[in-house]
C-alpha cells in the first residue's frame, strides 16, 4: 500500500479483506499498523516482495509510484485519475507494455453492475436514438478539504501537473461512468472536448464547470458538476434516449429506467486485480487501456484557461475557519438545465458565467 491515510483507508481495508497487506509506505507513518512502514515506496519494494501495490497518494505521485511498482514486477492498483496529462498517460503504457504487468485504475462505478447494465441497454438500443448522455454533480466541499493536503485544489505544484479540478478528481466518476455507458473508453474514442471552467473557491482549479465532450462515434456527453452547492447530492449519470430516460446513480448502484428502478451490486476492484492475476482470461474492470478517453477530458482540463472566478455578487459564504464554503446562486438549477438542455453554462446562460 502506498498512501494510507485519506482515501487509502478503504484500500487497507480492502487489502486485508482480498489479499494480505504486507507493508505499507507512507511519508506520514501510520499508527497501530502491524506490518512494516516505510517513508517511500522505493524502500519499501527494495525490502519486500509484492505482487500488488495499491497507490492511493497525490496524483502528481501516480505516474513515477506506478513505475517503480511495474519495473520491482509487480501489478498496480492506481487511484483515479491515473495521470495528469496525455504525455504522462502514453508514457505509463509504454512502461506497461515493456514490464507485460496489470494496472487496474480506482474508479469504482466501471465495476458497478448499474453501470455495466446500462451501458449493454444502451448497446442493444433498448433506450433508442441516444439522443446525448449527461451527468450532474452537486457537492459541498468546505475549506479544511482545499487544505488536506499541498496538491488539493491545484492545477499544477512546483511546475508538475496536477489537475485536481471537480470534473477531474473529486467528480471523476461521472466522466469515467458516460465514456463507458457510449462505448467510448478508448484514447482515440474522442473527437473533441469543449470546456468551460469556473471557480468561486480561493484556488487554482475549477469547482464549478461544465464540459462536453464529443466522441467519435457522434454522441454529446455533458457534464455539469459544482463543488459549490448548498447541500450534498447523489451524482447521477442521464442517458436521453428517444425511447425515454436512464439514469444512473453511481454511488449507490442504483438505476432508473424508464419501466422502473433498481439497485444492484458492485464487484470490488482489487479482488478483480487478484483474480485476473490468477487467470488473464478474467478481465479488469477498468484497465489502464480503458482510461484513454477519460485522459483526454483530463488534457484538455490541464490545457485550458484559468477557471474563471464567479463573481461575489454570485456567492454567499457559509461557516467559519475550515467549515467555510460559498454557495454559488442556484448553481442546481443550472446545472440540472446543462445536463436536461447538454449545454454549456454560457450558451443557457448562466448569469455568473457571462458576468
Ligand atoms: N476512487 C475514489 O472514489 C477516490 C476517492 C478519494 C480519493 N481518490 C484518489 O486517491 C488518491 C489519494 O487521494 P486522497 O484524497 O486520499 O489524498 P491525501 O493527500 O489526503 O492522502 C494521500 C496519502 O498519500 C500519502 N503520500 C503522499 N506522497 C506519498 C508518496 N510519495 N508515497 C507514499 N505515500 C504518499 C500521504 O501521506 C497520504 O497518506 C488521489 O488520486 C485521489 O484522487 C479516489
Known sequence: MAGVHGHGA??????????DLVAIADPRPPEDVDVPVYPSLGEL????EVDIVVISTPIQTHVPLAELALRAGADVLLEKPPTASMAEFDYLSKVLAETGRACQVGFQAQASAATLQLARL???GGLGEIKGISATGKWLRKAGYFDRAPWAGRRTLNGVAVVDGAVTNPLAHSTAAALLIDGSLGVDDIRSVETELFRANDIESDDTSTVRITT???TSILIAVTLCAAEQAEPAVIVHGSRGRAVLNYTTDTLELPDGSQTLG?????????EHRADPAVPLYCSFAATGGFTRVVEAIRLADEPTPIPDTFIRWQGEGPDRHPLVHDVEHWIDRAANELSLFTELPAPWATH
Request: no cysteine.
Open 266 to 274: 458492485r464487484a470490488n476492484l482489487l479482488q478483480n486485480l487478484v
Open 122 to 124: 444502451v448497446a442493444d
Open 45 to 48: 519494494l527494495a525490502a519486500t
Open 216 to 218: 467519435t462515434r457522434g
Open 10 to 19: 478503504t484500500h487497507v481495508r480492502d487489502a486485508r479483506q482480498y489479499g
